[in-house]
């Protein structure tokens, strides 16, 4: 974003690509932070705020950075636990990418512009579904344990309170940052653009301030036409 000088197509593909991996490997790690410091609803499985970075990761990132943060994620699940709890922690992980990416195919727009009541609707409906499938999961597995059901749905409404919550809030600070971002590339890039034409022109151009009639700047073929240099 702070290069001065626009690459090619290949280059700046070439830049996208390294950028996309790149914030994909931090969303990985971060995801993988949170999963060790879990709520556990029961033996064996287990649920925490990993779905808030992948859910946001898929809605702004490509899909290699995207299945990068995924797997990076079902990894430390799977050395957490084993079984059942893997399973379902990876389900939930790779459920949470899958619909940040939908969603970005489906809002077909800059995800920078995404407002707050998108972020927390698109959260709460997404986490809702999840917590169902994970509901019926505790409820096959825990049969013969009830405390697990009942600590399940006592849970529940928490989460799906919570993490909508803060998707919305950190999706806002990374679609703020997005943007200021893109302005400050647009910007730069009217400006070179600006500039290149005003360098670049065989017809003679003064910049001339309209207060003060004082000349500002002159291009070169302006020292060309006048026998005068710039300063």
């Known amino acids: 974003v702070d290069l001065i000088a626009r690459p090619d197509e290949a280059a700046s593909q070439a830049q996208r690509s390294v950028r996309d991996l790149s914030m994909g490997l931090v969303v ?5 932070a949170v999963m060790l410091s879990p709520l556990v609803v029961a033996p064996g499985v287990q649920f925490d705020v990993r779905t808030v970075p992948l859910i946001l990761g898929g809605l702004f990132l490509g899909p290699a950075g995207t299945a990068l943060a995924a797997v990076l994620a079902m990894g430390t699940r799977v050395m957490q636990s084993t079984g059942i709890g893997a399973v379902a922690g990876c389900a939930v992980i790779g459920t949470a990418a899958l619909a940040g990416q939908l969603w970005q195919a489906w809002r077909k727009g800059s995800p920078e512009r995404i407002g707050w009541l998108e972020l927390l609707a698109g959260g709460a409906l997404i986490h809702a579904v999840m917590l169902a499938a994970l509901g019926v999961l505790v409820a096959w597995h825990e049969a013969s344990r009830p405390e697990s059901m009942e600590l399940f749905w006592h849970l529940a409404p928490v989460i799906v309170l919570v993490h909508p919550l803060a998707l919305a809030a950190t999706g806002r600070l990374i679609a703020g940052r997005l ?10 890039e009217s400006d070179e653009r600006h500039r290149s034409m005003f360098e670049d022109n065989h017809a003679v151009a003064l910049l001339v301030d309209p207060d003060s009639g004082a000349l500002v700047d002159a291009n070169p073929a302006a020292e060309r036409f006048y026998g005068h240099s710039r300063q």
Request: charged share 35%; aromatic share 0%; glycine share 6%.
């Open 28 to 32: 990985g790690l971060l995801a993988s």
């Open 179 to 188: 943007q200021r971002e893109r302005d400050a590339a647009a910007l730069r």
